[in-house]
């Protein structure tokens, strides 16, 4: 079991260290201030009794964990970009007021188009990817690196082991292929 003084003295080494750890992945200064304070009353209240041997390792887990709950918290407090206090109720009706039917959905999302445009659009994907199924192998392995990975010539090269040449030849024989063959199934993109 650490002393108190064990205990103070261990955080007082790995602080400035802590401190550091948690800038470079937050980068705010205020933030991994917090961060670090909150992982060492984490350690001090629920871990000083264990053993001096045990405290780098439990607190680098508790830092961690809290540097992940820190990203957590912040994706939550960005998922709302519009505040509902800024949307005004309409003068004729303010009791029967919903700040829900202000929102409107972007032009483009999924939720914005018919079910008929959907089930469109998902009998189009079917048949791209079938049609990429059938292409030859290198010529597949060349189009999905490039345009599906979004690979660039030179790492698409690297990772076919071929030249950067030969990516370019089988990406173009890849997109004719499709392209015909999707002409002769009706489809033009």
Known sequence: MATDKELSDFLAVVERRAFKQAVYAVRKDESA????QDAMIKLSEKYGDKP???LPLLFQRILQNTIHDYFRREKVRNTWVSLFSSMRPAMEDPENFDPLETL???????TS???EDRVSRGQVLKAIDEEVQKL???????FLMRYWEDMDVAETASAMG??????????SRATHALAQALKARGLQL
Not at 162 to 171: A, F, I, N, P, R
């Open 52 to 54: 001096a041997s045990e």
């Open 136 to 142: 030859p192998t290198r010529q597949r392995e060349a």
């Open 104 to 110: 409107e959905s972007e032009a483009g999302s999924e």
């Open 162 to 171: 071929c030249s950067e040449g030969s990516v370019k030849t089988h990406c």
């Open 33 to 36: 201030l917090d961060i670090v």
């Open 113 to 115: 188009e018919s079910s």
